[in-house]
């Protein structure tokens, strides 16, 4: 994403020390970013700290003990990923009674989680020595109310009032005040009262015998009125009832790879992590720290991924973009009629105007992916009444695509921003520098990406298939005209003989960005390729110059802007891998998918907790090195932690229709796994050990 005219949005972040030991939590609009130690560092250039609706309300929270920082052993998450834990011991230290307590004597298990606007923490403080010990726990805190984006590197020249802090006995109130009139909140609740208590610290005094432990519940939320009264065992049984809800709709894998099942497990958990529930629906969040809001291409992207396992959070993702579809010309939040959301944020600086994404619509894709996932859902469940009732919307989705997606009137989609504030790039590559000449010259707008050429022909597509359901039949036949002249004008006109494939995009001027690129994928995604083509793209995109053992680079390794250490330009994507596996698939080419899905696989196994980040370095693999991690990927991204499933459905064929599902290459699985089964609400309805697969 891109700020101003030159400063990548994403790169606001990369002056951040890396994110890869830092712990994320997450329900609903709070989250919370700590160091494995379950500290939040007072450091004021880490990303950490507990934030709701992009504002940090909890800036500084570190335990000591004896006023010394402790010494990390070790820390993970629980099997849902809810908990987060984190156990510490002591350095050496003198006690009140002035005995020495040696190094590792005393031990601290924290552990903690957040339900709606609440973090929950429980600390326990064990004597493992043979004496007892008389000491001192002190916590300290802090709140800067930091807008997200001050956090990602933006400068402000003014802020709100802070206000005094308020604290008695167990409880500490710290209110903000922000230019946009809204008040903002930090409480913090403790289960026992602090023998000391000032404004950024409390401190507990404890004598502990010989395996003695001490508890301590911190309850910290952004709330302004009273706390709930729940407890943390009360709290945590409701979180863990919240994902179980939130997974019993989603179809079943099981195969004889122990391994394998963890990594769909984890996913699945993770999606489930980042889906939030919206009066609209559920909404898959894109990812955290950077990107946790609803936004409209990842948001589509996540649907289609999961449709087959779990089609509910496509129509919660429709029915948001829909009540949130442009209906006027606002060229600050690149806003025209019938355009689909590119994000939308409630922090103070997006409230203000200071930055576009109170609702930002910069986006060039996510209108006609819009309306591809709307058919993909009708034809996935067979729910005529909701997509009946989403027809005003596509149609006003199509007539962007026919009118305002058409910068120029040569019937290609182009992307040319209004404000100098917005994005300067609007493709899913939104990097300032992700689309190029063959020089390196960076490509002047308006530009026509291949790729959204590719979903404006399936957008065509669908709705010539949705009016022909949904009673505009008339409209059938000039939208399949449409889709027939596009299909012919763009392999025509991107198609490149000596490149060996398709063009990146044509700038402003009509002059093709000779670049080879994974955009081609998601043209075998769309079906704009000729099926003579097919496979042309399929080597070229499995070869050594893209394919580099963990995925598919952005970009081949010849091109002029090539860096495997780049956002865009020659990283890995596991979601774009994903897509183009899909599109493998489209054209038949399953083995290729499953050598994608394979290669997922290897990097999920080369990751924490199984747990794919949203990018990383585009190196070779090499089988002593691991995955070369990027520094300030999102971890958990929606649609990362959900590639694993699109893969899956590419490589085994597998599909929905009307509720019902199918498979054809449920035998086929280049040695990753020689059993699987797929199983919805406890019933299998498929197994590969069978002769045939039985219907739904």
């Known amino acids: 994403m891109t700020i101003g005219n030159s400063t990548p949005e994403h790169e606001l972040a990369t002056t951040h020390p890396s994110l890869h030991n830092m712990r994320v939590l997450k329900h609903k609009d709070v989250f919370g970013i700590f160091h494995v130690s379950g500290d939040i560092p007072p450091e004021l250039d880490t990303p950490a700290g507990l934030f709701s609706n992009d504002m940090r309300i909890l800036s500084r929270w570190r335990f000591m003990i004896m ?41 601290l298990h924290r552990s903690k989680f957040i339900l709606n606007e609440m973090l929950y923490e429980k600390a326990v403080i064990t004597n493992h020595g043979l004496s007892p010990v008389s000491l001192q726990a002190v916590l300290r805190f802090g709140s800067d109310f930091k807008d997200i984006f001050e956090i990602r590197g933006l400068q402000r020249s ?6 005094d802090t308020v604290y008695e006995a167990d409880f500490c109130k710290t209110t903000y005040r922000g230019l946009d009139g809204q008040e903002r909140y930090c409480q913090l609740r403790f289960s026992r009262r602090p023998d000391i208590m000032t404004l950024n610290e409390a401190t507990f005094a404890m004598v502990l015998a010989p395996e003695q432990q001490w508890e301590l519940i911190c309850r910290i939320g952004a709330m302004g009125g009273d706390m709930p009264e729940h407890d943390y065992a009360l709290a945590l049984t409701m979180a863990r009832e919240d994902l179980e809800t939130k997974l019993r709709d989603w179809l079943k894998v099981k195969t004889d790879n122990e391994m394998f099942n963890a990594w769909l497990d984890v996913s699945s958990k993770a999606v489930a992590l980042l889906v939030t529930d919206l009066p609209s629906g559920p909404y898959p969040y894109a990812g955290i720290p950077w990107f946790s809001v609803p936004f409209g291409r990842d948001g589509v992207i996540t649907a289609l991924q999961v449709l087959n396992f779990n089609p509910g959070i496509a129509k919660g993702v429709l029915q948001y973009l829909s009540d949130h579809q442009a209906s006027e010309y606002l060229d600050f939040r690149e806003a025209e009629p019938g355009r689909i959301l590119h994000e939308t944020r409630q922090s103070e600086m997006a409230c203000l105007g200071e930055v576009p994404f109170q609702k930002y619509y910069g986006s060039v894709d996510s209108t006609p992916l819009f309306i591809m996932l709307a058919e993909a859902y009708y034809k996935a469940t067979g729910d005529a009444a909701f997509i009946k009732k989403m027809m005003p919307s596509l149609q006003a989705a199509l007539q962007w695509i026919e009118k305002d997606g058409d910068k120029d009137g040569d019937g290609f989609v182009e992307y040319i921003r209004h404000s100098d504030k917005g994005l300067f790039t609007q493709g899913w590559k939104d990097s300032y520098d992700s689309v190029f000449h063959e020089d390196g010259v960076l490509a002047e707008p308006p530009v026509a990406l291949c790729e959204v050429q590719g979903y404006a022909y399936a957008a065509y597509r669908a709705m010539a298939f949705l009016n022909e359901q949904f009673g505009s039949p008339g409209e059938t036949g000039r939208l399949q005209e449409k889709a027939d002249d596009l299909f012919r004008r763009f392999n025509d006109t991107f198609w490149d003989e000596a490149l060996g494939g398709y063009v990146m995009a044509l700038d402003g001027g009509k002059k093709p960005c000779r670049v080879k690129s994974s955009n081609m994928g998601h043209l075998l995604f769309s079906g ?29 390794t010849g091109e002029a802007r090539f860096n495997p250490i780049s956002y865009h330009n020659g990283s890995v994507w596991p979601h774009d891998s994903s897509v183009i596996a899909a599109g493998f698939a489209r054209y038949g080419y399953y083995r290729e998918a499953f050598q994608i899905l394979h290669a997922l696989f290897q990097m999920a196994q080369h990751v924490e907790r199984m747990l794919l980040p949203e990018l990383i370095c585009g190196f070779p693999k090499i089988k002593e090195n691991g995955v070369v991690l990027y520094p300030t990927a999102c971890l958990p991204q929606a649609w990362s932690s959900a590639a694993v499933f699109m893969t899956l459905s590419a490589a085994l064929g597998l599909s929905t229709e009307g509720g019902k599902a199918s498979a054809t290459h449920l035998n086929d699985h280049d040695g990753l796994f020689q059993r699987l089964e797929i199983w919805r609400d406890n019933v299998k309805i498929f197994s590969s050990r069978e002769d045939s697969a039985p219907s739904d």
């Open 158 to 163: 003014r802020k709100g009032t802070h206000f």
């Open 528 to 556: 704009i390729v000729p099926e003579e083509r097919a496979g042309k793209i399929v080597n070229l995109l499995m070869s050594p110059e893209f394919f580099s053992g963990w995925g598919i680079r952005t970009v081949g």
């Open 67 to 107: 006023g010394a920082r402790l010494k990390y052993l070790s820390g993970g998450f629980d099997k849902n990923g809810l908990v987060m834990t984190s156990h510490l011991t002591n350095y050496g230290f003198t006690d009140h009674s002035g005995h020495t307590v040696p190094e590792n004597t005393v031990s």
